[in-house]
């Protein structure tokens, strides 16, 4: 059974920084594509960030690349989302993703979490 849980959400100014964490049980990290994604209210769930750590394949939404690095902890099987210079336009759920191909495509993504709120002012 694949469970991820994500954590570090909060509310920030414009400017500041949040790191997110997913915690994953079930499947390890290294050997599955990681993803996260974001959704505002009214608006299409977006991708963010996706890493394949077995082809070293990285993706990230040219609306965060420069201020957003997706990396993980294989001792703890957990992926994070450092987010810098966030922007108000930042704010959304964000979700973590499993065991998909590897871009920024929800519908391809197997496992979901249930979300961690970010709010930029």
């Known amino acids: 059974h694949v469970q991820l849980v994500e954590s570090g959400g909060g509310s920030v100014q414009a400017g500041g920084s949040l790191r997110l964490s997913c915690a994953v049980s079930g499947v390890a990290v290294s050997s599955y594509c990681m993803a996260w994604f974001r959704q505002a209210p009214g608006k299409e769930r977006e991708g963010t960030a996706a890493r394949n750590t077995l082809s070293s394949f990285t993706y990230y939404a040219d609306s965060v690349q420069g201020r957003f690095t997706i990396s993980q902890d294989i001792t703890k099987n957990t992926v994070y989302l450092q987010m810098n210079s966030l922007k108000p336009e930042d704010t959304a759920m964000y979700y973590c993703?499993?065991?998909?191909?590897?871009?920024?495509?929800?519908?391809?993504?197997?496992?979901w979490g249930q979300g961690t709120q970010v709010t930029v002012s």
């Open positions: 993703a499993a065991d998909g191909p590897g871009g920024g495509n929800w519908r391809q993504y197997t496992y």
